[in-house]
Structure formats: structure tokens, C-alpha cells
């Protein structure tokens, strides 16, 4: 069974920093896909930043600059470094995982952590 389990969240004024990290728990041999989506309240699940397992990385618009995303695929983890946030940057924060293969099977289908909540204050 893979969960993928999210720290770090948390209550910063706006221009600090925070780091969140993801672990995928369970018997894998790799991931292809990690990364982080947030969701406001009342608002959609968007895209904040993922990297694929050759190293390629997607950012949002409204974070580039000062997100960064990276991976410790040995221990199957993902991180966001979040420097110079914002009132707008204030979601909950899910880590998201594409392609686990496992020792059973190699799985084609997303995975969701249960979110980390970032409020930023101005």
C-alpha cells in the first residue's frame, strides 16, 4: 500500500520561506512523476511544480522564481522550497505522485497526500 505523507506546512509572514517534504511510503522501486498541487478555498486543485524522474521540472507561473522543486529518489521524496510567499500563495498543499511501480505492478494512475496546510500572512 503507497501513501505519500506531507510536513512542513505551516503559518509564515509574507516574504518568508517555508519547505514542505513528501515521503512515498511502501515497497517502491521508483516514482515517475512527483510534485505539489494546491487548492484554496473555494477555488480548483492547480498545478504548483512537478519533476519527473529524469530531472525535467514544470512551474506554475505564479511561482516561479521562488519555488523550487527537488527529489531524493532513493528515498522516494519530494520537496518544495517555498522563498519570498505570499498572501496568495495560502492553500492547502497536496503532494502528488504519477507512475509507482511497486513490487506488484507498475501503476498508471495518480496518487494524493492528504495536504499541508500553508497560510501566509501579510
Known amino acids: 500500500q503507497v501513501q505519500l505523507v506531507e510536513s512542513g506546512g505551516g503559518l509564515v509572514q509574507a516574504g518568508g520561506s517555508l519547505r514542505l517534504s513528501c515521503a512515498a511510503t511502501g515497497n517502491i522501486f521508483s516514482i515517475n512523476t512527483m510534485g505539489w498541487f494546491r487548492q484554496a478555498p473555494g477555488k480548483q486543485r492547480d498545478l504548483v511544480a512537478t519533476e519527473i524522474i529524469s530531472g525535467n521540472t514544470n512551474y506554475a507561473d505564479s511561482v516561479k522564481g521562488r519555488f523550487t522543486i527537488s527529489r531524493d529518489n532513493a528515498k522516494n521524496t519530494v520537496y518544495l522550497q517555498m522563498n519570498n510567499l505570499q498572501p496568495e500563495d495560502t492553500a492547502v498543499y497536496y503532494c502528488?505522485?504519477?507512475?509507482?511501480?511497486?513490487?506488484?505492478?507498475?501503476?498508471?494512475?495518480?496518487?494524493w497526500g492528504k495536504g499541508t496546510l500553508v497560510t501566509v500572512s501579510s
Open positions: 502528488y505522485a504519477w507512475g509507482i511501480q511497486t513490487m506488484r505492478a507498475t501503476a498508471a494512475m495518480d496518487y
